[in-house]
């Protein structure tokens, strides 16, 4: 596919107005000259999301999401880059160009918005023959009987397709379509020469992707025939495994309550958004993969998951939770009645408030997990409580707060009969993880040369004059991370150079450049945080101290396993020693300078 050009990127930048973007998100209130408010990534009581609307970025001091205002759409609709680009193109009126393109990537893109095209048109032609044609009198009737009404019908584009072998071929050759089309959509089957529908006399449920767009289709029997349910095969633009039932239309809603409801069938789905329960999405079968997970993430780390209470259900959540943990997920449990699934429940009266009522009750996965261990393991005998004893240390090394754990700690003491002791080796066996309560990821803890690095580069875009005589006595050695390096150097490049006299420009960092990953940390650090006049060249000389210990300590590991015990010098020889008395004597000096404040002086 064409590439957007880097013209049109700027022109859609520089239209975009970035508090009107995120203001459907959080509220927003100036201080200085940037605004602040509650961060639309992560629950928070007291403001700590900025918005500097000058240079089009963000950043929370929180938990430290930043980016410009492509990222922000791109984390917060769940889009591509240039999806991301398009998007607010259309919105501010930009009208995009793109690069040129090899024949080769103009077909592949030609080739995939006509199978775009034709699955729309063949989810059309279904949904008309469902809500038109006689012979779906018997869809009507079951839908109706399950207690669906049309607009829900409408909104999942639900169709039907006709018995007959070959209607969807005519319909779809009579508008220009190939067989070889059809069939890479997946909508036909080709047996003895001969081309059939794959898909006859069944009730059709378009999947879509986050964007609204159908990939493939799910078709049900209404009669005792088999298979029951049969899919759209995999193909280049559908793959099961990937896709999550009902996410086009519950994404707006998701994001809005910053929760998301899994149950297993498209039935539960249209049944809870009829309800009013809008951010439900399925699973498409029991098997949530971690493929699926993954695209659910982008919308909200909140996971309510409201499987059945029969055996599939329940090994399909025990299989979704253990995805869940590795993703870091906050996931709770929606505990349904026995017999009842989440349609049953929110199709009968009051079933809204029910089903609500569940999800605020609803355990996390830790109290889920405590409470699934004690009531399979037969707490009745000795053998059982052993047994229980010994697979709840495994599942409270998993807790996320202590809060949380000592908590679930007291209910198993006392559902077992523990002694102080055993209590207090079940606390010793299950050290807590490195994950928040509400599931995010803990903001990676940074090392004192990270934080002085980071502090460093936004003094630079603070006080660019006085920062380029630092910045060209400088290189990579003076950074230890590989971010931290290529922020450094992209600064550099611009001070030192004069690029720019004004500071820096984070939203036209290339989109595979490292530094984009802090530099909006910098630049509204640099905007928001005051510094002392001493507080630049304080931290160029710790950061230069720094880099000496480093140097002083590689030298000494590299010639560590020569040293003699008693001499400490065999092995390094004249040059080791000179080398390492010459960064002793320089590392002193520069220490004398950090201790004294006479900055002018080294």
């Not at 584009?157 to 018995?163: D, E, I, K, T």
């Not at 099961?240 to 039932?245: C, E």
Request: charged share 25%; hydrophobic share 40%; net charge negative.
């Amino acid at each position: 596919m064409a590439l957007i050009a880097q013209a049109s990127i700027q022109a859609v930048l520089d239209a975009c107005d970035m508090l009107e973007v995120v203001a459907p998100y959080t509220t927003l209130k100036k201080s200085g000259a940037n605004y602040m408010g509650r961060c639309p990534f992560h629950g928070e009581k007291t403001p700590s999301f900025s918005v500097d609307p000058a240079q089009k970025l963000y950043y929370c001091f929180g938990c430290g999401e930043g980016g410009n205002v492509f990222t922000f759409m791109e984390k917060k609709e769940g889009l591509e880059f240039a999806d991301a680009v398009r998007t607010l193109a259309d919105k501010y009126g930009v009208s995009l160009q793109y690069e040129e393109s090899s024949p080769e990537q103009e077909r592949r893109r030609e080739t995939r918005d006509r199978l775009l095209a034709l699955l729309d048109q063949a989810a059309a032609y279904y949904s008309r023959y469902l809500q038109e044609s006689n012979s779906a009198a018997g869809a009507r009737k079951y839908l109706a009987g399950r207690g669906f009404h049309e607009p829900v019908i409408n909104e999942y584009r639900l169709g039907f397709s006709p018995a007959s072998g070959a209607s969807l071929i005519k319909a779809a050759t009579a508008k220009g379509y190939e067989n070889s089309e059809l069939m890479a959509a997946g909508l036909i089957l080709e047996r003895d020469g001969r081309s059939r529908d794959r898909f006859r006399g069944r009730l059709m449920f378009p999947f879509t992707d986050h964007r609204g767009r159908v990939l493939g289709f799910g078709a049900r029997v209404l009669d005792d025939s088999k298979p029951k349910y049969l899919n759209s095969p995999d193909s280049d633009l559908y793959h099961k495994t990937n896709l999550v039932f009902g996410l086009g239309n519950a994404r707006a809603s998701i994001t809005k309550e910053d929760r998301v409801f899994i149950v297993e069938g498209y039935t539960d789905v249209l049944a809870l958004h009829q309800a009013g329960i809008a951010n439900a999405v399925a699973s498409m079968g029991t098997a949530l993969t971690e493929h699926q997970l993954r695209e659910i993430s982008r919308f909200t780390r909140n996971i309510f998951l409201a499987f059945d209470a029969d055996t599939a259900g329940q090994a399909a959540m025990l299989r979704a939770l253990e995805i869940a943990r590795r993703l870091n997920l906050s996931v709770r449990v929606i505990q349904l009645p026995q017999g009842r699934d989440p349609a049953d429940l929110a199709l009968a009266v009051n079933g809204a408030a029910s089903f609500s009522d569940l999800a605020d009750h609803a355990p996390s996965l830790l109290e889920y997990q405590v409470q699934s261990t004690l009531a399979a393991s037969g707490l009745e005998s000795s053998q059982g409580r052993v047994r229980a004893f010994s697979a709840l240390k495994q599942v409270l090394s998993e807790a996320s707060s202590s809060i949380e754990r000592d908590e679930q700690l007291r209910i198993i003491a006392d559902r077992l009969r523990l002694s102080p002791e055993n209590v207090a080796y079940l606390m010793e066996s299950a050290p807590l993880n490195d994950k928040e309560q509400d599931g995010g990821t803990r903001q990676r803890v940074l090392s004192h040369e990270e934080i002085a690095e980071r502090s460093f580069l936004s003094m630079c875009l603070a006080n660019p004059g006085e920062a380029r005589r630092y910045l060209q006595l400088m290189n990579d050695a003076h950074f230890t991370t590989e971010t931290s390096r290529s922020a450094f150097n992209w600064i550099k490049e611009r001070l030192v150079s004069g690029k720019d006299e004004s500071g820096i420009d984070a939203a036209r960092v290339p989109m595979d450049s490292k530094a984009r990953e802090i530099l909006p940390e910098l630049v509204i650090r640099s905007r928001t945080e005051e510094s002392a006049p001493q507080a630049l060249p304080e931290y160029y000389f710790r950061l230069c101290e720094a880099e000496l210990s480093r140097r002083i300590s590689e030298i000494k590991s590299k010639f560590g396993d020569s040293m003699d015990e008693d001499t400490g010098d065999k092995g390094i020889g004249d040059a080791g020693l000179k080398e390492l008395y010459r960064l002793e004597t320089r590392r002193r000096e520069i220490l004398q300078v950090i201790q004294s404040g006479s900055w002018g002086s080294a």
